[in-house]
Structures are given as structure tokens and as C-alpha cells.
């Protein structure tokens, strides 16, 4: 699955960067999304997690946490898209807490950066999601 892929599909897209899998702070923020994922997944919007880890360490992550949504990884060429929404730390070689949502069109109607450490109000999300 692509970001591109779903927005062709007419979906909106919940982006979810995060900095590393496996991870305490990424870790509850996921499972908090899976907990709730109807709140933020449904017939017009994708949640889609993206780290800048290598996709089998997602996998691994994925199957052991049981996330159902996608994890995506942002590997090669390194940080590529999270440079492109701004959340690349390139010092540190990872992706850091943002959360956009991105229409079909590509227009960017929610955006939020957390700072390191800082785990993010999903609450946010919810509101962003209800005009949707």
C-alpha cells in the first residue's frame, strides 16, 4: 500500500510518523491507534504509520503487536518522505512525531509535530477526522 495508492482510491489518508518500531512512546501511540482504529480508519480514510525502519523490522513489529493497518517504511531513500512533510531528522536518521491528513487532492488539512518524547493528543485527530 502507497499513499498514492490510497488517494487514487478517493480515500483520504491519516499519516502517522513516528520515530522508531519498537519503541516505548511509538508503541503506545499505535496501539492506541489499534484500539480505536474506528476511530481514525473507515471507507473514506486510511490510516498509514510510516518509520524510516527497514520494512521487515515493521513486519516483525507489526505481526507481534497486532497492528492491522499499514506500516510503512521510509527507508530508501532514507527519510525521503518525512523530509518532504517536514518531520525528517536527518541527524538522528529518523522520522519525528507528525501526523497529517491528506486529502485525495493532496491538500494538507491537518497537520501537527510533537516534539521527541512528546506523545501526541489523538483527540486532535479525531476532530480533524469528523469534517472529513
Same mark, same amino acid.
Given at each position: 500500500?502507497?499513499?498514492? @495508492?490510497?488517494? !487514487?482510491?478517493?480515500?483520504?489518508? /491519516?499519516?502517522? &510518523?513516528? +520515530? ?7 508503541? =503506545? ?33 507489526? @505481526?507481534?503487536? !497486532?497492528?492491522?493497518?499499514?506500516? /510503512?517504511?521510509? &527507508?530508501? +531513500? ?7 512533510? =517536514? ?36 483527540? !486532535? ?8
Amino acid at each position: 500500500m502507497s499513499l498514492e @495508492s490510497v488517494l !487514487g482510491s478517493g480515500r483520504s489518508a /491519516l499519516l502517522v &510518523f513516528y +520515530p522508531f518500531a519498537f519503541s516505548g512512546i511509538c508503541g =503506545g501511540e499505535l496501539s492506541a491507534v489499534q484500539s480505536s482504529l474506528a476511530d481514525f480508519q473507515n471507507s473514506s480514510t486510511q490510516v498509514l504509520a510510516i518509520s524510516c525502519d527497514p520494512t521487515f523490522a515493521l513486519g516483525a513489529w507489526a @505481526s507481534s503487536a !497486532g497492528f492491522t493497518f499499514p506500516l /510503512l517504511s521510509d &527507508f530508501w +531513500p532514507h527519510g525521503d518522505v518525512a523530509s518532504s512533510y =517536514g518531520v525528517f531528522n536527518p541527524a538522528k536518521g529518523m522520522a519525528v512525531r507528525g501526523t497529517f491528513l491528506v486529502a485525495p487532492d493532496g491538500i494538507v488539512s491537518f497537520a501537527e509535530v510533537n516534539q521527541p518524547g512528546e506523545p501526541r493528543d489523538q483527540d !486532535g485527530w479525531r476532530r480533524a477526522l469528523s469534517v472529513v
